[in-house]
């Protein structure tokens, strides 16, 4: 949302709740917290107060506007805007743990709780829809998130696609011989899978990221596989720019990664769902294969060859998802629905 911010710098921020890391950012901005801070301040951990933010959103004062844009993955566009306001949301998914993957939200709540847990997201999503109806305008940042908001808020969406610095994103390390999987290691991302597939082909593969799921996958991993932990964006620039691919087996609303890779001139193995059928571009930016088994990832690491992917291609391809198109998007977007509302 900084971009965003960046384009009104006027504007007070306001959130759920903030941190030193995020406003350090912002040196010269105005933060509006709401009362999740008082918690959150005790004990960091912004899942824990979710259950607060309804409550939390519907007490939050905020100033007369003509516009106010929010940026939303769950509760942020449950906000109550100024009278005569026009409500731009930017949605990033409908609520995740809501609507598609309502399992992870039971898990992370002890099971004698679960029960408890069940009853509160079924009035959630009532409130979510709620939420949803009080928007003006949606933004969806992919097609696949575009389908999402229609089929569980029965809203149109304008559809603008995030960003990436493709400034920093550039080529940083000679190629090497090792395959990449990057991100936050969680188990609905196959990783397993992937693990098992190169135990069997012994081929180098780097694993980039922490989550719960990582202590698993190290027990099940053989010496070929390197497990690099968490690292800088320096060191991932490098690892993007050294791998002979960068493979990517989940479903993801979008999905930035595929496009770091692609500004750092290497291409991805992707899944043929969602958010990758939007940033890889099968035999441009990579490969789109149906299902990751043994059969389709063995053949295709295999048989690899990198040469076809030329770099100029996928910074030429990488370059359509700029901070600087982003921002005039954007602008553009606010600037037409003022104009249709004579603001």
Known sequence: MGAVA???????IYTLATDPVITKNFPDRVFKPSLVQVFYSIIPKLQWWFPLAPVALRVMKLPPAKVVVSSSSAF?????????????DYCHTPTRFLWSDAVYAEGEVPKI???VMRLYLRWLRR????????????????????NRIQKYYKRDSELIYPFIDVNFWQNSAPRGEYF???????????????????????IPLHVVGEGRYLSYLKTIAKDNIIFMGKVSDDELRNQY????AFIYPQVEDFGLMPL??????????????AGSLETVVSGVTGELIDEFNFSTVSDIIQHWQGEKYQSNAMREHASKFSKEIFQAKISDFVNKVKHEHNY
């Open 6 to 12: 960046e384009l009104y710098p006027e504007s007070e």
């Open 260 to 273: 770091e890779a692609a500004s750092c001139g290497t291409p991805t193995i992707a899944l043929a769902k």
């Open 241 to 244: 720019s050294g791998a002979k």
């Open 113 to 115: 709780l679960r029960g």
């Open 76 to 88: 942020m566009k449950g906000l109550r805007k100024p009278k005569g306001s026009i409500h731009i």
């Open 180 to 202: 990449l999987m990057a991100g936050r290691i969680t188990p609905y991302k196959g990783y397993e899978k992937i693990i098992t597939i190169f135990n069997e082909l012994k």
């Open 127 to 146: 409130w979510d829809i709620a939420a949803a109806k009080r928007v003006d305008y949606f933004i969806a940042n992919s097609k696949e998130v575009q």
